[in-house]
């Protein structure tokens, strides 16, 4: 089945506790995205990826880290996690043939306290 | 990236037809309008993609018009479980690029 995965589903940390969201696409899609959910602000993305090691910054990437080593691949990393990255993220993959539909995982609720 | 506005919230009964306008003033030439729709505590899932004119599939249809400053998404027939936020997009036919999502349109479905 054609799909994002992404892990954990939930997970609470620490303040200053590195964390990795990982997020996985198994369609060859040559573009990933990072996504962040809050009340009211609609989705921001944080980091995308047109391709392996080619990553650039969305609206709000501060405090956030990603990585493209593997085309199904594309890892969020929070290196000193802090209380407003609390959040729902969602990572998504599309092909870059024409103008496919982006795809999204289920989503990972992120509480940092 | 062209700029989207959608209303804010609408409200429907089940059975009825429910039209989402978007306004998107700042197209460009090689943008596409694509909508999705966000169940709660789900990733946005895709609905329907349009360039011009009106596309159809099993969903929904997509109305755009001639200078393309707007698009009308029509969901016919509403039930419940189209209780959803839905979210306009527009972009180029490009792989690869820095995505805006606003803060869609919340409907509301009632029986």
């Known amino acids: 089945e054609a799909q994002v995965t992404q892990n954990p589903r939930y997970l609470i940390t620490v303040t200053g506790k590195k964390l990795t969201v990982t997020c996985s696409q198994n369609?060859?899609?040559?573009?990933m995205s990072w996504y962040r959910q809050d009340p009211g602000l609609g989705l921001r993305q944080i980091y995308y990826?047109?391709?392996?090691?080619?990553?650039d910054k969305g609206d709000v990437p501060e405090g956030y880290k990603v990585s493209r080593k593997e085309k199904r691949n594309f890892p969020l990393i929070l290196e000193s996690p802090s209380p407003n990255q609390t959040s729902l993220y969602f990572c998504?993959?599309?092909?870059?043939?024409?103008?496919?539909?982006?795809?999204f995982g289920n989503g990972t609720r992120l509480t940092v306290t | 990236l062209a700029k989207t506005t959608q209303p804010i919230s609408m409200d429907s009964y089940e059975g009825q037809e429910v039209n989402i306008t978007c306004s998107h003033n700042?197209?460009?030439?090689?943008?596409?309008i694509t909508w999705y729709q966000q169940f709660p505590s789900q990733g946005p899932r895709f609905i329907i993609q349009g360039y011009k004119t009106k596309v159809t599939n099993e969903v929904a249809s997509l109305f755009i018009p001639a200078d393309r400053k707007s698009s009308t998404l029509s969901l016919p027939r509403v039930s419940l479980s189209d209780t959803a936020v839905y979210y306009c997009?527009?972009?180029?036919?490009?792989?690869?690029?820095?995505?805006?999502f606003g803060a869609g349109t919340r409907l509301f479905v009632k029986a």
């Open positions: 700042n197209i460009a030439t090689n943008d596409y």
């Open positions: 998504a993959s599309r092909d870059s043939l024409y103008n496919s539909p982006l795809h």
């Open positions: 997009l527009v972009g180029p036919n490009t792989g690869g690029f820095k995505t805006i």
């Open positions: 369609m060859n899609h040559e573009y």
């Open positions: 990826s047109m391709n392996v090691e080619v990553t």
